[in-house]
Nanobody
Framework: QVQLVESGGGLVQAGGSLRLSCVFSGRTFSTYTVGWFRQAPGKEREFVAAITWTGPSTYYADSVKGRFAISRDNSKNTVYLQMNSLKPEDTAFYYC????????????????????WGQGTQVTVSS
């Protein structure tokens, strides 16, 4: 059974940085595409970034392009989300998700494209 554990969230001032980690276990990590999603109170879950298992290719929401960077270390079964120039509107619960062999970009960008989810980590950006 695949398990995902996020860490690295916290409270940071606007303009600051955080690095989230998503540790994967239970299957062969190198064949899984991993995405980050976030959900703010009263809002729907939204796509943030993803990194595919092949290539790899990376995808970003327009709202985070140029500020966030996703990467993966297959030797550590971990995906990272480096978040720079944080804004108050980045405040949300951040989740990582995984899907074996996912590469079709339309599914990479949507929550429905993923089979496994972590418990999430809170990111709060103060103004």
């Amino acid at each position: 059974q695949v398990q995902l554990v996020e860490s690295g969230g916290g409270l940071v001032q606007a303009g600051g940085s955080l690095r989230l980690s998503c540790v994967f276990s239970g299957r062969t990590f190198s064949t899984y595409t991993v995405g980050w999603f976030r959900q703010a109170p009263g809002k729907e879950r939204e796509f943030v970034a993803a990194i595919t298992w092949t290539g790899p290719s990376t995808y970003y929401a327009d709202s985070v392009k140029g500020r966030f960077a996703i990467s993966r270390d297959n030797s550590k079964n971990t995906v990272y989300l480096q978040m720079n120039s944080l804004k108050p509107e980045d405040t949300a619960f951040y989740y990582c998700a995984a899907k074996n062999g996912l590469s079709y970009y339309r599914m990479v960008l949507t929550a429905d494209g993923y089979d496994y989810w972590g418990q999430g980590t809170q990111v709060t950006v103060s103004s």
